[in-house]
């Protein structure tokens, strides 16, 4: 499951870099997208638990994740638009050390001596893609940037969502948090999607359909199911191998150009993460 979770989530970035250049725009997709996972959600989590209802008190979250899912979302998109889904893949390698920041600022995190020099090696690694992917004319400075902000935002919307995760189910949580995501989407893309042309091949569509019902609604369910099975650790650390798969999908199937400053820059931001995660083996209980 953890395995069919990673390769979806790779393949995911070169689907959409092949649907945002056959004709659909970046916010006409992620509407759509996004509109067509929510009903999904919704009734999934209404035969199964047969409400949706999130307590009072949880609402700022909700809403809190809702706005942070959806920068994430615009910045995927315009990342993907404006530069390689290779490129795209090796930033968000760095997304651990966003989030182990974004703990230190919010005083849930603690960095060891470790940590800052795992997170001094993933930064050169950044530097490098960076510079790598800097001499192709298909790639931009800002679709780079937008890349480093959507590994940003990805790790504020898991820390975001980690209480709801401990009161309702995955399925709920997303049944509440994606429809809000999308309205918040249709809104800045309703002039974009309604100039959209939609006169698209069948390709486009069926890649669309897969884009929705694998990665953003099969892998929710393998995702979970997996950390039960065998803990966060182990799944967070097989995670790890996305941005690699991600890089590797996108030269294969889009004959995307990597450059060897790239494919360094990746392996630094690899090592930075499983140096962070190295831990003294634990005691076992006598």
Known sequence: MLLTTVLLWALNLSVTKYILTHGLGPLPYATVRYGFAALIFIALTIVAERTLRIERRH????????????LNQLSFVFALDLTTASTIGLLLGAIPIFTAVLGLVLGTEHPSRRFWIAAA??????????????????TSHVGILLGLTTGATWAAYSVTVAPLMRTY???RVSAVVIPMTWILLALVGLRQTQDQEWSLGWEVWALLVFATLGPLVLTNVLWFRSIHKIGPAKATLAANLQPFVAAVLAVILLSEPLSWL????GALIGVGILFVRRRAPARQAT
């Open 169 to 171: 189910s995955p399925s």
């Open 262 to 265: 790239q494919i360094v820059g």
């Open 121 to 138: 090696i993933s930064a050169v690694g950044v530097g490098l893609v960076a510079l790598g992917a800097g001499g192709e004319v298909s």
């Open 59 to 70: 609402l700022p979250i909700v809403a809190l994740a809702a706005v942070t899912l959806w």
